[in-house]
Each structure stands twice: as C-alpha cells, then as structure tokens.
C-alpha cells in the first residue's frame, strides 16, 4: 500500500507541474520542450531503473539469506555506487544528445519552433545535472530501502520534498512572481537534492533492514 501512494502522489505531483507550466507565459513552447525532453530523458535513463529493480532484488535476497546488517549496509553503499556511475553515464548520454542530435534530429522530425528547442536543451541541461544525485535517491527509495521493505521511509521521501517544497515554490515562483521557466525548472528538479538529506542519513541507520521471510515472521 505505501508503494501504491508513493507512485500515485509522485505521478499527480508531476501533472502539477505540467499544470503550473502550462498557466505560464510562454506556456505552448514550455509544454511542448517539457514533453520533448522528458521523453528522452526516459528513453536514456532505462539502465539507471534497471539498476535501481536489480539493487532492490540484491537487497532482500541477501536479507532474506540473512546477510548481517553490516554487510548488508556495505552492499547497499556499494550499489549506491554502482547507481551513481550509471547515473554518470546517463547524464553523459543526455549531453551528446543535447549537442549533438537535438538541433540536427530530433527537433526537425518535431517538427517544434525555435524557442521551445532552446526550452527543451536547456531544460535536458538541468536534467543531465541533475542526474549523479538522482540516481542515488532512485537507488536508495526504490532500491535498497524497498528491497529492506522499509517502503514507507520510501514514501515520506518521494512525496514530502514535493508536496512540502518544490510544488508550492514553483507555483508561487510561476503564477504569483511570475518568473520564467529558466527559473521555475530548476526549483522543480530540486527535490532530488532534498531527498539525499533524507536518504543518506537513514541508510547509515541501517533502520532499513527488515526481515519479512515467512519463517521469521
């Protein structure tokens, strides 16, 4: 059940996002970039998810061998690495796209103005930014603390830095200071950051880690 509302709180958190762009200035070319380079980033973060699945099926294989909590803390820092230089990698990926197939490919076949292209780069620029920390809070939330069937920790972490910052904030940036999405985009992408307080804190607790075998329940 906390899985169920993390991922249907976080999913209507990104619609308002799409809500408070779209009553911007400048709203057409700002969805249209949104849109744009959102999808590709999914389309080169598919390794990143892949690892963040792999890394919940390595945590509860091992608690479920019970793996001393030690151990099973080492592991859980080492695929918080092993997270991080996918995540390296995606965000690299994200950048030869940006130079190098956005203006020549992507754009065209688009078929989208100039203004929402220049939208969309700078917007794939945040993202690739972005994406070391991302990939560290995916590893963590949907990772080891699932995989330790701490999925409530994992919920407070998805949806209160949104629904406690950033959604409010780039509402009030968008609608009531009426700053552009130069501004506005940042603050969206900013929960990541606040999701590491959270998380790295709590994997060093090792209060993630629960037993939920049959044989010791």
């Known amino acids: ?36 380079a959102g999808n590709i ?19 509860g294989r091992d608690i479920g061998r019970r793996v001393d909590d030690d151990t099973l803390y080492g592991r859980g820092v080492a695929l918080n690495f092993l997270c991080l230089a996918t995540g390296l990698v995606s965000a690299g990926l994200i950048l030869l796209t940006r130079a190098f197939l956005c203006d020549g490919f992507i754009f065209p076949v688009m078929n989208i103005s100039d203004q929402a292209g220049r939208i969309a780069k700078y ?8 994406m070391p920390v991302r990939a560290c ?11 330790g069937s701490d999925v409530r920790f994992g919920l407070y972490v998805d949806v209160l830095p949104m ?10 940036a968008a609608l009531l200071l009426g700053c552009g999405i130069g501004v506005v985009y ?17 994997l ?3 209060k993630w880690i629960h037993n939920v075998t049959r044989d010791n329940i």
């Open 1 to 36: 059940l906390p899985v169920v509302c993390n991922e249907v709180l976080w999913s209507l958190a990104v619609s308002v996002y799409s809500v408070i762009m779209g009553h911007m200035a400048l709203s057409t070319p700002i969805l249209a970039a949104y849109t744009i």
């Open 41 to 59: 980033d999914r389309l080169l973060n598919v390794g990143l998810f892949a690892a963040g699945g792999a890394t919940a099926v390595i945590i």
């Open 123 to 130: 917007m794939l620029l945040i993202v690739a930014a972005a």
């Open 137 to 147: 809070n995916l590893c963590n939330v949907v990772g080891v603390f699932r995989g």
């Open 163 to 172: 629904y406690l910052l950033t959604v409010p904030a780039s509402a009030v």
């Open 186 to 202: 940042p603050i969206m992408c900013s929960d990541e950051l606040f999701k590491t307080f959270m998380c790295v804190p709590h």
């Open 204 to 206: 060093r607790t090792r």
